[in-house]
Structure formats: structure tokens, C-alpha cells
């Protein structure tokens, strides 16, 4: 049972005594994480772009969520923001892997450690976390004395495109992985479930901002439409401002009273037009 718990004592007087060890942190492994984060967004992001908006982009209008397309300003001050957003969480990860080096994280690298079914749950289990932190830490950031200050900047984009997923104020960005350095410390999570899980925050958030509704017209016919969040969810919350705060679900949105109350008609708007 140890192992779910955060170091001891005598773990925290260890690893005190490798600070110095930071100085000599791999140089080469810092450049990289600094050059890769960014660069997989970008390659990401662009994918979706140039298919949603330049390859396809006559061809299925029918499922844009918003008639209007981004100006060029708008693109051009997103890209910038989400550049900035992917250094600092650059240095997240950073830190990540300093206090995994001196032994303060409890990540693994061996799935025998624990077994599939802890792995499979562990990943299932963070992104769950992450849902509920990402829907408090976001109602947060509407308060009346913090919005203008901080999250006015993602809401300048009241038509999002994949560029506004991570256009936002660094303060902001730092608050999205807080998280990050007490979970790795409190639970066994597998490399491979942080990278898993780091893919998927990035693509669910694209797709939250995509500007065209990609899942089915059956959606909210099915019992996974009362859970998952869609294209029109989250598109809604640009539009609308004060409602739709999840992130992969909408359960806590449904909870807590913030439901759009007309995002399922919206919804079945956009798919019967298609």
C-alpha cells in the first residue's frame, strides 16, 4: 500500500540531496522536450486545419458548426498563443522528469509492475481526474475578477477553429497541468498511460474547437450521447460564454446545472441540415 502514497521523509531528505543534480540535467533531453511539444501540436493542429478548412472545406460546410470562417488575424494571433502554451507545458513536462529523477513520482516503465487491468484503469482514472479538475479550474476562470485577466484571451476566438484549443493566457496554461506534479506523486502511472493521456487532452481539445460537428446524427439518440462532450458542446460555450465546461464529458456540466439547456437542439440542427 506504500506504494499509493507520497514519498516519506527519509525519500524527501534523499532526493533534497540530489538538487544539485538539476545543473547537470541532460541538456540535450531539455532541447528536445522544448523543440517536441510544440512541434506535435503544430503537426496536429495543421492536419485538422488544412483538412477541415482548405481540403475539404467546401465539401462539408454542411457540418460547420458556425456559417463564418476565422480571419486571418484571428488564426495568426491563435497560433502564437498555442506556441506559447506548448513551451510552458514543455517545461511541465520538464519538471516531470526532474522529480521523476530524483525520486519523487511514482511512474513506472515496467506494466508487469502493476498488471494491464491497473494500467488500462490508471488511464481511465486521470483522464476522469483531469475532466473534473479541467470543469472546476474553468468555472474558476469565469469568476468576474479573473476572466478579463486571464481566459478573455481563449474567448477572444468566439469561432473557434483547431488553433483555439491551446491559445491561451499563461497563467492559464500553468493551471491546466498543476495537476500534473501531485498526481504523479500520489499514483502509479505507467509512461506510456501519461503519453496516451497527454494525446489524447490534445486531440479531444482540437476536436472541441474544431468548428465542424464530426460525430454521428445518432449521437444524442444514444446513451453515450449523455456523457460524451461533441464539436457543438464546447462551441457552444465560445458562442454562449457561461455554460458547457467539460472537457471529455458532459456529466459534470449535466451535475452541476451549466448544461446549455438547448445543446442537444443545436446539436440535432447541424446534423439534420447535413
Known amino acids: 500500500m506504500s506504494k499509493f502514497f507520497l514519498p516519506t ?59 463564418a470562417f476565422p480571419t486571418n488575424i484571428q488564426l495568426i494571433s491563435e497560433i502564437l498563443y498555442s506556441v506559447s502554451t506548448m513551451l510552458i507545458f514543455s517545461f511541465m513536462v520538464i519538471l516531470v522528469l526532474y522529480l521523476n529523477q530524483i525520486g519523487y513520482t ?32 474553468h468555472r474558476m476562470m469565469h469568476h468576474e475578477r479573473i476572466f ?22 499563461p497563467i492559464e496554461a ?8 501531485f498526481i504523479i506523486m500520489l499514483l502509479p502511472l505507467h509512461y506510456y498511460v501519461l503519453m496516451i493521456w497527454s494525446f489524447n487532452m490534445t ?3 482540437i476536436i472541441g474547437h474544431l468548428g465542424f460537428e464530426i460525430f454521428p446524427k445518432q ?10 462532450f461533441s464539436s457543438t458542446f464546447h462551441n457552444l460555450h465560445h458562442s454562449s460564454v457561461n455554460c458547457n465546461y467539460g472537457l471529455y464529458l458532459i456529466i459534470w456540466d449535466d451535475l452541476l ?13 447541424i446534423k439534420l441540415d447535413s
Not at 478579463?148 to 493566457?169: M, Q
Open 174 to 181: 500553468i493551471i491546466q497541468l498543476a495537476w500534473i506534479p
Open 219 to 228: 449521437l444524442m439518440s444514444y446513451r453515450l450521447g449523455k456523457f460524451i
Open 9 to 67: 521523509i527519509f525519500q524527501i531528505e534523499s532526493s533534497l540531496n540530489k538538487v544539485p543534480d538539476l545543473l547537470n540535467f541532460d541538456k540535450s533531453e531539455i532541447i528536445i522536450t522544448l523543440l517536441i511539444v510544440p512541434i506535435r501540436f503544430l503537426i496536429i493542429a495543421s492536419i485538422f486545419y488544412f483538412i477541415f478548412y482548405k481540403i475539404m472545406k467546401n465539401k462539408w460546410i454542411h457540418i460547420k458548426i458556425q456559417s
Open 257 to 269: 446545472k451549466t448544461l446549455h439547456e438547448n445543446y442537444k437542439d443545436y446539436y440535432n440542427q
Open 203 to 205: 486531440i479531444f481539445n
Open 148 to 169: 478579463p485577466i486571464v481566459h478573455s484571451v481563449h474567448h477572444r476566438s468566439t469561432n473557434p477553429t483547431p488553433w483555439t484549443a491551446f491559445s491561451i493566457h
Open 106 to 137: 511514482k511512474i513506472y516503465f515496467n506494466i508487469g509492475d502493476y498488471g494491464i487491468i491497473y494500467f488500462i484503469s490508471s488511464l481511465v482514472l486521470i483522464m476522469l481526474i483531469h475532466d473534473l479538475y479541467f470543469y472546476l479550474s
